[in-house]
C-alpha cells in the first residue's frame, strides 16, 4: 500500500558541502518500510506540474513517527529539497519499489557496499539485519574525507570499513580493493551508488559465488511505472527499475 503524506520536517542537517539529512515526521503512523525502498517527494509548487524526485528512504525511527531522507545536492530538485527548515511541509508518496531480501538474514555476514549518495539506504537495512540476528558490514566508498557522513549512525548496527579515492579517510582506492574482501567470507553482499562501482562489485560477486543484490539509480521520473524512463534490460527483458526495482538480484541483469 501506498502514503500519500505532507510530512513535517522536524530537523534539516547539513552533513557536509555535499550531503544534508531531513528527517520527516508523519500525523499517522508510518507504513511499514522494506530497506531500498523510495520516495517520490514533491519539490515544486505548482498544482499544475506536481514535479516529483525519487529519493531513497535512509531510515525508518518508528519510535518517533519519522522518516530519514539523505540526500545529495546534485541538480535543481535536490537544491530546491536544500532548502527546507523545521516546520516545512514535504508532499511524499511512498513507499515504493522493491526492496533488498530481508529473508533468512539470521547468523548471516552480509556486507552492504555503498557509494556515495548510495550509501543511504544502508542504514536502514543494516538496522533491520542487526535486528532479525544477522550480522552487516558496511563498506563505504567516498571521493574524499570531506565527504563522510553518519558514522555514528552506521556504526550501532555493524562494522565500518571505509575508502576513499584519494586515500584521505579509510583505505586508499575503490570498495572492491578494499582488504576486508580478502579476510571475512561473506554470505551475502547488497549494493547501492554509481554504476561502474556496483558493476565492479557484482563481478567480484560472481567470481566469489557471493548471491549479490543491487539497487540501480536509472533515472526517474514518475516512480510508478508509467513514464518508462527507468528502464533497464534484464534477463526477463525490458522492466521498469521504478516499479520492478530499484533493487535486483543481479544475475537478473545483463552486465
Ligand atoms: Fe516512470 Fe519508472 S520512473 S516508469
Same mark, same amino acid.
Not at 515544486?44 to 531522507?69: C, G
Not at 545536492?73 to 532548502?83: A, N, R
Not at 558514522?151 to 576486508?180: L, N, P, R
Given at each position: 500500500?501506498?502514503?500519500? *503524506?505532507?510530512?513535517?520536517?522536524?530537523?534539516?542537517e547539513?552533513?557536509?558541502?555535499?550531503?544534508?539529512?531531513?528527517?520527516?515526521?508523519s500525523?499517522?503512523p508510518?507504513?511499514?518500510?522494506?530497506p531500498?525502498?523510495?520516495?517520490e517527494?514533491?519539490?515544486?509548487?505548482?498544482?499544475?506540474?506536481?514535479?516529483?524526485?525519487?529519493?531513497?528512504i535512509?531510515?525508518?525511527d518508528?519510535d &518517533?513517527?519519522? *522518516?530519514?531522507?539523505l540526500i545529495?545536492?546534485?541538480?535543481e530538485?535536490?537544491k530546491?529539497?536544500?532548502y527546507? &527548515?523545521?516546520?516545512d511541509?514535504l508532499?511524499? +508518496?511512498?513507499p515504493?519499489?522493491?526492496?533488498f531480501?530481508?529473508?533468512?538474514v539470521?547468523?548471516?555476514?552480509?556486507?552492504?557496499?555503498g557509494?556515495?549518495?548510495?550509501?543511504?539506504?544502508?542504514?536502514?537495512y543494516?538496522? +533491520?539485519?542487526?535486528?532479525?540476528?544477522?550480522y552487516?558490514t558496511?563498506l563505504?566508498?567516498?571521493?574524499t574525507?570531506?565527504?563522510?557522513?553518519?558514522?555514528v549512525?552506521?556504526?550501532?548496527?555493524g562494522e565500518?570499513c571505509?575508502?576513499?579515492e584519494?586515500?584521505?579517510?579509510?583505505?586508499?582506492?575503490f570498495?572492491?580493493?578494499?582488504?576486508?574482501?580478502?579476510?571475512?567470507k561473506?554470505?551475502?553482499?547488497?549494493t547501492c551508488g @554509481? &554504476?561502474?562501482?556496483?558493476?565492479?562489485?557484482?563481478q567480484y560477486?560472481k567470481?566469489?559465488?557471493? @548471491?549479490c543484490?543491487?539497487?540501480?539509480e536509472n *533515472?526517474?521520473?514518475c516512480? *510508478?511505472?508509467?513514464?518508462?524512463?527507468?528502464?533497464?534490460k534484464?534477463?526477463d527483458?525490458n522492466?521498469?527499475?521504478c516499479?520492478?526495482? @530499484?533493487?535486483?538480484?543481479?544475475d537478473?541483469?545483463?552486465?
Amino acid at each position: 500500500k501506498k502514503f500519500l *503524506l505532507d510530512l513535517t520536517v522536524t530537523s534539516f542537517e547539513q552533513l557536509n558541502d555535499r550531503y544534508f539529512l531531513i528527517k520527516l515526521f508523519s500525523d499517522v503512523p508510518m507504513p511499514e518500510v522494506a530497506p531500498g525502498q523510495f520516495v517520490e517527494v514533491r519539490v515544486d509548487h505548482s498544482p499544475a506540474t506536481y514535479l516529483r524526485r525519487p529519493i531513497s528512504i535512509h531510515f525508518v525511527d518508528y519510535d &518517533k513517527n519519522e *522518516l530519514w531522507l539523505l540526500i545529495a545536492k546534485v541538480g535543481e530538485g535536490t537544491k530546491t529539497l536544500s532548502y527546507l &527548515k523545521e516546520g516545512d511541509k514535504l508532499n511524499c +508518496l511512498f513507499p515504493l519499489g522493491k526492496g533488498f531480501n530481508m529473508e533468512d538474514v539470521k547468523g548471516k555476514n552480509i556486507l552492504l557496499v555503498g557509494g556515495g549518495v548510495g550509501v543511504a539506504p544502508m542504514l536502514y537495512y543494516g538496522k +533491520l539485519i542487526k535486528k532479525q540476528g544477522g550480522y552487516p558490514t558496511f563498506l563505504l566508498g567516498y571521493r574524499t574525507k570531506a565527504d563522510i557522513m553518519q558514522m555514528v549512525a552506521f556504526a550501532q548496527y555493524g562494522e565500518i570499513c571505509i575508502t576513499t579515492e584519494d586515500g584521505t579517510a579509510g583505505e586508499k582506492g575503490f570498495v572492491t580493493q578494499h582488504s576486508i574482501l580478502n579476510k571475512v567470507k561473506f554470505d551475502r553482499i547488497a549494493t547501492c551508488g @554509481p &554504476k561502474p562501482m556496483m558493476m565492479a562489485i557484482a563481478q567480484y560477486a560472481k567470481q566469489t559465488q557471493i @548471491p549479490c543484490e543491487a539497487s540501480l539509480e536509472n *533515472l526517474m521520473a514518475c516512480g *510508478l511505472g508509467a513514464c518508462l524512463c527507468c528502464v533497464e534490460k534484464t534477463i526477463d527483458g525490458n522492466l521498469c527499475v521504478c516499479k520492478e526495482g @530499484p533493487v535486483f538480484n543481479i544475475d537478473r541483469l545483463q552486465w
